[in-house]
């Protein structure tokens, strides 16, 4: 069956790369600013495509998880939301579940962008909640999304 003419369909940007020069995340640790390039919403998307990129030396727990946090940029003037961390969980947006394997992990999730204002900047961070360590060389690729017409 072909999609009609109108129907809400979904319309993604460029997917980019937020890789910086990341190092490796313990088990409950989360990872620091200079591990990931900031990603400005240019396109003022409500939402985006994630994918984890990451590798474990040993294959992390059963069931176990990556959570994904943003810290909102320039909210007041050139102003910051906190950073978050282990006592301070916000902005939490979503999980990504692990496989319990070594070797490269792709994962995508959808999220929704809850923006301060125009062109909003976003730093990401991460926690691992994987049982084991992270390797160093993880990414973080975002695309944005919006719904619109079909033709």
């Not at 959808?110 to 360590?133: K, M, T, Y």
């Not at 993880?138 to 619109?148: E, F, L, Q």
Request: charged share 15%; net charge negative; proline share 6%.
């Amino acid at each position: 069956m072909a999609i009609g003419t109108d129907a809400a369909i979904e319309y993604f940007g460029t997917q980019d790369a937020l890789d910086n020069t990341s190092g490796a995340v313990a088990d409950g640790a989360f990872s620091v600013a200079s591990d990931l390039l900031t990603w400005t919403n240019d396109d003022d998307a409500r939402y985006a495509s994630v994918v984890l990129e990451c590798n474990f030396a040993t294959a992390p727990d059963a069931n176990s998880s990556v959570s994904l946090f943003l810290q909102a940029l320039d909210v007041q003037g050139l102003n910051d939301a906190p950073v978050p961390d282990s006592n301070f969980k916000h902005i939490f947006v979503e999980v990504f579940p692990l496989n319990d394997v070594t070797g490269a992990q792709f994962i995508p999730i959808e999220i929704a962008l809850p923006n301060v204002g125009a062109g909003q900047v976003w730093q990401p961070f991460i926690q691992n909640n994987g049982g084991q360590s992270m390797s160093a060389g993880w990414d973080i690729h975002i695309t944005p999304k919006a719904i619109g017409p079909h033709a």
